[in-house]
């Protein structure tokens, strides 16, 4: 059972950091002047904490349905 618990999370994580990756790439800031998207790490990892964040939001809601 413990292993389903960290699925959710590490699953929007990575997901979370290939789309911070991918947002640098085709669209970021050329130019250097946006502090998020004019560098990949930069924008790979805050994205990644986004994609965790939102695991927590869902992961939360999943257990006070359990608990009702």
């Known amino acids: 059972m413990k292993k389903n618990k960290w699925i959710l999370p590490v699953a929007c994580t990575l997901g979370g ?6 947002y640098y790439y085709f669209i970021g800031c050329k130019s250097g002047s946006c502090p998020i998207t004019s560098n990949p ?4 990892a805050w994205m990644a904490v986004v994609g965790y964040l ?3 939001m869902f992961s939360k809601r999943e257990d006070e349905s359990k608990e009702e």
């Open 17 to 22: 950091a290939a789309f911070g990756f991918a």
């Open 41 to 44: 790490w930069i924008a790979t």
């Open 54 to 56: 939102v695991s927590v």
